[in-house]
C-alpha cells in the first residue's frame, strides 16, 4: 500500500504538549517537514528562547539552543557566525520577538545577518498567563487589560512584517497564516523560501505566522480559528512582503 501521509524524520518522536486548537504543533509540522526535504536536519541549529516557542527544542531533529527571553536573535548571530556552514533559524513567539527582543530582531535585519526567523503571532502572551502582547488587537481583552487594549493607553499593536520591509538587510519577508489547507500550503512555502534565502546566503529572512491560542482567548479550537480569520487577518498585511530584487530591477 503506498504511504500518502507519515511522520517526518524533521520531528522527534516526543508527543506535542500544547493546548487543543493551539497551532504551534502546524508551524512545527511544516518546519520539521522542511528540514527533512531539503537536507537541512544534520546542519541545522535551532535557537528558541522561553514561553511557549521555547518548548520546541524538544520536538525538532536538529541541535538547538535555549535562549534567554527576546535573545533568540543574538543567540542565533553568535551561532552563525561561529558556524557560518550551518543553517541556523530562530522560533520565537510575538511577546518575545516583538517586545522584549525587538532590538534585536531590528538590529539582525539591519546588519543583513544570515540566518531566518520564525515569528509566531497569537496576539497574546501564551504561556505566561494571557497578558497583552505587542501584537494585541484594539479592543481585545487580555488579563492586563481586561476591558480591552485602548489605543490611547497602551498604544497600537505592531505589525512587525511591515516594519521589517524597512531594513535593507532584511531580504526576504513574509507573513502567513495556518487558519486553513490552503493558508498552511502558503506558509511552508514562505518557509521555504526563507530558508532558501539563508542557504544561498543573501541576508536575513523573517516569516511571521499568525497563530491560534485558544486557552488564553478564551474560546474553543474552531472559534480560534475563526477569530484568527475574521479578526486578525483584516489587520495584519499578508503575504510575500519584501522579496529579494531580481537582477536588474527591484523589490516590488
Not at 518557509?191 to 544561498?200: E, G, M, N, T, V
Not at 511571521?208 to 486557552?215: E, G, H, R, V, W
Not at 512582503?241 to 536588474?248: F, M, N, Q, V, W
Request: glycine share 12%; with cysteine; charged share 20%.
Amino acid at each position: 500500500m503506498k504511504t500518502i501521509f507519515a511522520k517526518t524524520s524533521g520531528l522527534t518522536e516526543r508527543p506535542f504538549h500544547y493546548c487543543p486548537g493551539c497551532t504551534h504543533g502546524i508551524i512545527h509540522r511544516l518546519i520539521g517537514e522542511l528540514l527533512e526535504e531539503m537536507n537541512l536536519i544534520e546542519k541545522a541549529i535551532g535557537v528558541a528562547p522561553v514561553g511557549c516557542a521555547g518548548f520546541c527544542e524538544n520536538y525538532f531533529s536538529c541541535d538547538m539552543i535555549g535562549a534567554a527571553h527576546g535573545r533568540a536573535v543574538a543567540v542565533a548571530t553568535g551561532a552563525k557566525r561561529a558556524r557560518p556552514d550551518r543553517f541556523v533559524f530562530t522560533y520565537q513567539g510575538d511577546g518575545d520577538g516583538a517586545s522584549i527582543g525587538l532590538a534585536e530582531t531590528v538590529s539582525a535585519a539591519a546588519r543583513g545577518e544570515k540566518i531566518s526567523s520564525i515569528f509566531v503571532n497569537n496576539a497574546i502572551y501564551g504561556m505566561t498567563g494571557g497578558q497583552m502582547a505587542p501584537t494585541s488587537l484594539v479592543g481585545q481583552r487580555t488579563s492586563t487589560s481586561p476591558y480591552g487594549r485602548d489605543a490611547v493607553t497602551m498604544g497600537f499593536p505592531l505589525d512587525l512584517p511591515k516594519i521589517l520591509t524597512q531594513v535593507e538587510g532584511a531580504v526576504y519577508v513574509a507573513s502567513v497564516s495556518v487558519e486553513s489547507p490552503q493558508a498552511i500550503k502558503e506558509a511552508k512555502k514562505a518557509l521555504r523560501k526563507a530558508f532558501q534565502i539563508q542557504l544561498d546566503g543573501l541576508g536575513y529572512s523573517f516569516v511571521s505566522i499568525l497563530s491560534t491560542c485558544p486557552t488564553n482567548w478564551g474560546v474553543d479550537p474552531v472559534e480560534a480559528l475563526d477569530w484568527l480569520t475574521t479578526k486578525m487577518k483584516p489587520h495584519f498585511a499578508l503575504g510575500e512582503l519584501k522579496t529579494p530584487a531580481l537582477e536588474g530591477g527591484s523589490n516590488p
